[in-house]
């Protein structure tokens, strides 16, 4: 039985909650594996993650040649009975252990509770090296967790079938592993977080690793999960093939291989034949952001790219790379220039603005019926004049998620995927909806992109993405090949430079380099 990395794994399926434990028995049933060997699977999977837990944990917790104390904690449910299987596992290999159940015993049922009577059974027989403790009462057992001396905690409290609010009780009991000093492992997704939507209503277990059964739950790859999951394993149990062929997937996460190509250069290419990209931004006291959007594009494959920004901006947005063009400020002079002409896709956004030099340009553009890249200040436009367009990528944050669908960041936070989808579908195209584990939407379907680092979190990271898709475009022939394309470079190109050199100081332009060695990997 393979346990996989997530990076090792993709491309892969990824299916919400619901859709898991709907299908989940059926699946196995079809695959000739009874829900008890299921779960004996599953735990086993889970064991054997301790070995893949990070360098820093103790290298004796690694060991079967002394004791180690273990400590898990179980709830009541299905995701405790793997609990149990990994204590049984965690016991033959020479641990020490404590299992930690969250329950009176006769709430115990189902399979579940035939893994605990082998457990039960089996302490027995081991006398001091298995302890197995029920509390039903929080208080004491958040006592119990914070007293425990040992290198291990796994968290087999929630399932993927977790979706309230936590009461303080539970609170507390959240918050004193997180507090220990022990590392954790989380059984099929950190207790606290939302399978399907990666959102985090109190509090949620901080995992040193996570190990998730079947197939991925789409929950773990977006959002705040990233600050979860810690190390995230797939353990398909001999089931996913089966599962997804009864439960065709619609959403799916992409890593750095299975993507779109770009189309090849003959040595006779011509840049003419590449295709111009117009990118319009660049009010007053903003002319970083369109400078790098424009740079990214060339770097990304652009052969040449026209900038259209406000007059005063234009010597400080071609300073130092020539390659640029400029186009006409004003808009009249721009709509009847060669360069509205020649141009395949028209970026438009990046410190545009709103007054009306932007809207006037915000116009001339959809006017056009050029492929757009639509970002920033550009978004604010389309929805003031609810405009749609089935050949445009909009790229918002979730603030300006938010704004395009009349809510707050809290609401797009809470639910990314219903967001992105509802995006795409409102307003047309393709919408990517950024943050950690980004999400691009077609209307129908869900990408979630797992490249990226933490040192993104710093200006004008949107600005290139914008230029990377506008450049792919040209290059693909396909808005989503495109962004699906553009989204992992992008991550990617900041995971190279952050692996060198840290998370912390990354600049936007830091990517250029970098951007072009990966841009012609595909």
């Known amino acids: 039985m393979e346990v996989k990395q997530l990076a090792a794994s993709l491309p892969q399926p990824v299916y919400s909650a619901s859709q898991v434990l709907s299908y989940e028995a059926e699946a196995a049933s079809k695959a000739g594996i009874e829900l008890f060997a299921l779960m004996q699977r599953a735990g086993q999977a889970a064991f054997e993650c301790i070995d893949k837990l990070p360098s820093y944990i103790p290298n004796s917790i690694k060991t079967s040649s002394t004791k180690n104390r273990v400590l898990v904690v179980a709830g009541k449910g299905n995701n405790g009975g793997d609990g149990y299987v990994v204590a049984k596992h965690c016991i033959d290999a020479g641990y020490e252990v404590q299992v930690l159940i969250l329950a009176e015993e006769d709430k115990i049922q189902g399979d579940a509770k035939q893994a605990l009577a082998e457990l039960q059974q089996l302490a027995l027989t081991t006398k001091s090296a298995l302890t197995i403790t029920f509390q039903s009462g929080l208080v004491a057992a958040a006592k119990s967790i914070l007293s425990f001396t040992g290198e291990l905690i796994i968290d087999a409290i929630f399932g993927i079938g977790f979706r309230c609010s936590l009461n303080l009780p539970w609170q507390n009991i959240i918050e004193a592993i997180n507090s220990h000093p022990a590392s954790v492992l989380s059984i099929d997704i950190p207790s606290g977080l939302n399978a399907s939507s990666g959102h985090v209503d109190s509090v949620a277990i901080f995992a040193d690793v996570t190990v998730t059964f079947i197939v991925l739950k789409q929950g773990l790859l977006t959002g705040r999960a990233a600050n979860y999951i810690g190390d995230l394993f797939l353990a398909t149990l001999d089931v996913q093939d089966v599962f997804c062929h009864l439960q065709p997937a619609k ?266 060695e990966i841009v012609n990997q595909y």
């Open 251 to 516: 959403n799916f996460a992409q890593g750095r291989d299975g993507l779109p190509k770009i189309t090849p250069r003959h040595p006779t290419i011509h840049k003419g034949s590449i295709g111009l990209v117009l990118a319009i931004g660049g009010n007053t006291g903003m002319p970083g952001a369109i400078r790098l959007a424009s740079e990214a594009a060339l770097r990304a494959g652009a052969s040449l790219v026209a900038v259209s920004c406000q007059l005063h901006n234009q010597a400080i947005v071609s300073n130092g790379r020539p390659e640029l063009m400029l186009a006409p400020s004003e808009p009249k002079r721009l709509a009847a220039s060669n360069f509205i002409e020649k141009a395949k896709v028209v970026l438009i956004g990046p410190g545009l603005g709103r007054d009306e030099w932007a809207q006037q340009l915000m116009s001339l553009a959809i006017e056009t019926d050029k492929t757009l890249v639509v970002d920033a200040d550009a978004l604010a436009l389309i929805k003031d004049a609810n405009l749609f367009h089935s050949d445009w990528v909009l790229t918002p944050h979730p603030g300006e998620a938010a704004f395009l669908l009349d809510t707050d960041i809290v609401t797009i936070e809470a639910d990314r995927f219903h967001a992105a989808l509802a995006i795409a579908k409102r307003y047309g195209g393709v919408c990517v909806l950024k943050g950690a584990g980004s999400l691009i939407s077609d209307g129908e379907h869900v990408v979630i992109n797992t490249t990226g680092s933490a040192g993104m979190a710093s200006g004008g990271m949107g600005d290139v993405l914008s230029g990377i898709i506008a450049a792919l475009i040209l290059q693909t022939g396909s808005i989503l090949d495109a962004t699906k394309l553009a989204v992992s470079i992008h991550g990617q190109a900041a995971q190279m430079v952050t692996q060198r050199s840290g998370v912390r100081g990354l600049l936007a332009s830091d990517l250029f380099e970098p951007l072009r």
